[in-house]
């Protein structure tokens, strides 16, 4: 069936070293890739997406990366800060409108 | 501009009783989403809706649960003699009518405990 899973549950980086979260997907017909960021007790907030005619994206200081051959998926955070400490969703957009969700990583910053 | 609006931001019900979820989407915006998160987990599809049509209904449970977006006001997701399992984060996200804007924004959400 449909599923967008995430390799690591948590992640615990040094503050101003880099992130790297990564996401796997099943659907190989979905062509719109979002990632967003949750912190505690809020909604979803949107960070940078990706459509299917891309491998790569860049907004500030975030990277999502797309790999179609082996339907894979990753955000990049450059020089993480406190700030970014959050559980991070990839989602894709499947045929419809609606999103599907990965369980979510936890990403701990250490001062 | 404000984001989407979802009261109340809490909820509290006892087993039986009826619960009713508000979403205003962003301005601009015809197309809204609703979306259940338990705790630990990621956030399941429920329901699409565009101005008083359902489009997609698929994740939504056969009884007990309705949604509508009427031409004038919020959207709603009713939830009726509601169970303990029901407890959990309910978000709207909407988006713009343009397809090709496809990005979906998310409310606060709206937290449910059933007792």
């Known amino acids: 069936g449909e599923s967008v899973g995430l390799h690591l549950p948590t992640l615990s980086v040094q503050e101003g070293d880099n992130s790297i979260i990564n996401c796997a997907y099943s659907n190989s017909a979905s062509d719109y890739f979002i990632w967003y960021k949750q912190e505690s007790g809020k909604g979803p907030q949107f960070i940078i997406d990706i459509r299917s005619n891309m491998d790569k994206r860049q907004g500030q200081r975030v990277t999502v990366l797309l790999n179609k051959t082996v339907k894979h998926l990753s955000l990049q955070i450059a020089a993480t800060q406190p700030g970014d400490s959050a559980v991070y969703f990839c989602a894709e957009k499947v045929k419809g409108g609606k999103l599907i969700f990965g369980q979510g990583t936890e990403l701990s910053v250490k001062p | 501009n404000a984001g989407v609006m979802q009261n109340p931001r809490h909820l509290v019900r006892r087993r039986g009783q009826e619960a009713r979820l508000r979403c205003s989407p962003m301005k601009g915006h015809s197309h809204v989403y609703w979306y259940r998160q338990l705790p630990e987990e990621g956030l399941k599809f429920m329901v699409y809706l565009q101005k008083e049509n359902i489009i997609d209904e698929s994740g939504m449970p056969k009884e007990r649960f309705s949604a509508e977006f009427p031409k004038e006001g919020p959207s709603i997701l009713r939830i009726q003699q509601v169970v303990r399992g029901d407890s959990a984060a309910y978000f709207c996200?909407?988006?713009?009518?343009?397809?090709?804007?496809?990005?979906?924004?998310f409310g606060p959400g709206t937290r449910l405990l059933v007792l």
């Open positions: 996200a909407s988006s713009p009518a343009d397809r090709a804007r496809e990005t979906q924004y």
